[in-house]
Every structure is written in C-alpha cells, then in structure tokens.
C-alpha cells in the first residue's frame, strides 16, 4: 500500500476531539480500521492461536502492542522535519512552503500533530510516546467497560506482555491460556452470546446433564470447580503442593501468576489446563445432536455485546 494513502488516516488524529477519553470508542475503532492496522493485528491473533473475532483491546494488551498508526506518527512527523529541513532550492522544499504559506489540509493537520503535545519544537519520538499514552489510558478504561473481558480484567494488570507467552514452550498450550485469558474460547459464557442467551442461563452442559445443578459455565467454573476435571486438577493442586508454591489457586493463579517462572512447573500446569480443556471438548462432541449439530465456528455470527 503506497505510504501516501495512509496519511489522512494519519493526520486525522490531529483532531482534538478523537484523542479525548469521552470519544474512546470513536478512537480505537479508528485505530483498528487503519488499513496496515488490519494486517498488524491480524498476525497478532495469529500468533495468539486465538480467532479472528478476539477483541482487539484484548489482543492489543497481550502483545502491550500500541497500533500502526500510532507508531506511523513518528515516520511521518520524520518526514515533515526533514522537507522542512531541505534547501529551498530543493523541489520538494518548495511544495512544503506552498503548502505552509497556504496553510492547506496535509501541513495544517501534520502540524497540529506536533502541536497538540505541547508548545516548541517537539520530536517526533515524544509526538509518538504522546500519542501512545493516549492510547494506552483509553484501552485501560475501554476494557473495563466490555463485560466480555471480565475475566481478562482480573487477571491484566497493566499494558505489558503476560508471562505465560515467552515461559511456555508449546505452542498448543500457549494457544489455549491465551484463549481462556481473552475469552476466545468455547465455554458457554462466551458460546451463549452467539445464541442470545443471557448470562445467567449459559449453564455448562457437564454439570447440567449429571444433575449436579445448573451453573454458569465461566472460565472460574471451569478452572476451579466443574466436576469434569476433578482429576485433572487435583493434579494441579499436587504441583502446587509439590513445588512448595504459596500462590492461591484460582483463576489469576491458573491463567497468570503461575507462569511468572520459566520452569517445568509452569510448562507442566499450562499442559494440564489444556488436558481439562481437551476433557471437556471430547465430551461436547460426544453429547452433539448430529441432527442439529452445535457450532463450533463462531466467529462469522453476530455476537450479544454481553
């Protein structure tokens, strides 16, 4: 894509009220929209495992990745400095100051750029990092507002990579922690969306066909109570006890800081949360009517914001 197609998009952040936190939903769907965004953040989810339908402010997080087009805004303040900077015999020197003297849209919008940091000459390094803590402020409240990433929520702690995604070395169970932490998984609290069910009523089908009552299947459940992995987990209890960890277990522990370490013990908990994982998705297909068969390819359906 030529550089020169990206730059409205780029200079559209001049504008005053899209850099505000009351318009943070207006700024992160901008940011997503951008076209080399598109790309970025789909690799990003790639490398995940988890699907394309992820938030973005989740994927965002993971990968403490701010978007391209925050990151463009340095090349392209570069840019400005350095047609400026040519001698004004130089060409592209001259369409600048015509630019400049008739304060058209491109140097009008690259200016404010720079200008909305602060008064001087400002670095395009600083215009980045600016921008950038904009962005990072209005992503830390955009995800508290998304009853989606409850569980992500209480498990992030700030805008930086998890442990778990450079301590864990296979790749499959890499893929499945970071779909638990991101809700990209097939657990009826996030299934249930799909088919309009409301929160309350999206009972995990284990519990409810072995008449051990009606509860909400949420990554807490399946961690920490569903009877389906009463094996499996209280192997990983036995890990706890045997590597003689003062952690808690519940779900932070399972999904966060018990990878902090890279060591056997992290490895061998995030295999067993992927064995309970594999449990639990024999017996779905088990129990699928294949007459009317439940879908397990959610991400072209348009889900509850809930």
């Known amino acids: 894509m030529p550089y020169s197609n990206c730059i409205p998009d780029i200079v559209s952040l001049s504008d005053s009220n899209l850099i505000t936190s ?50 463009h805004i340095k090349q392209t303040l570069t840019y400005f400095d350095r047609i400026d900077s040519l001698h004004s015999s130089v060409i592209v020197n001259m369409a ?11 140097y009008s919008r690259t200016s404010t750029l720079a200008s909305t940091v602060g008064a001087g000459n400002i670095s395009p390094l600083t215009a980045k990092l600016f921008y950038g803590d904009i962005f990072k402020s209005v992503w830390n409240s955009s995800r508290k507002d ?34 638990l932490r991101t809700s990209s998984h097939m657990l009826h609290i996030e299934t249930g969306r799909y088919s309009h069910l409301p929160r309350n009523q999206r009972f995990c089908k284990w519990c409810s066909d072995n008449g051990l009552g009606n509860f909400v299947e949420s990554e807490d459940h399946f961690l920490i109570d569903c009877d ?13 006890v045997d590597t003689g960890s003062t952690l808690t277990f519940c779900t932070r522990t399972l999904l966060n800081d018990v990878f902090a370490n890279n060591n056997a013990a992290s490895n061998t908990a995030a295999r067993l949360i992927t064995k309970m994982n594999k449990v639990r998705s024999d017996y779905m297909k088990s129990t699928t009517n294949t007459s009317n068969p439940v879908s397990t390819d959610h991400t072209d359906r348009q889900p509850d914001p809930l």
Do not use: M
């Open 22 to 71: 009351s318009s943070s939903k207006k700024l992160l769907d901008k940011l997503a929209r951008y076209a080399p965004e598109t790309i970025h953040i789909r690799h990003l989810k790639w490398c995940l495992g988890v699907h394309r339908k992820t938030s973005n402010i989740a994927t965002w997080g993971e990968f403490s990745r701010v978007p391209t087009l925050i990151s």
């Open 228 to 240: 389906i992995n009463k094996n499996t987990r209280d192997q990983l209890k036995l890990l706890f």
């Open 146 to 179: 998304q009853t989606k990433l409850d569980t992500y929520n209480t498990i992030k702690d700030d805008f930086a990579s998890p442990s778990h995604l450079g301590n864990i070395y296979d790749h499959s169970s890499r893929a499945t922690i970071s779909r």
């Open 96 to 106: 600048f100051r015509e630019q400049k003297r008739l304060n058209l849209d491109w």
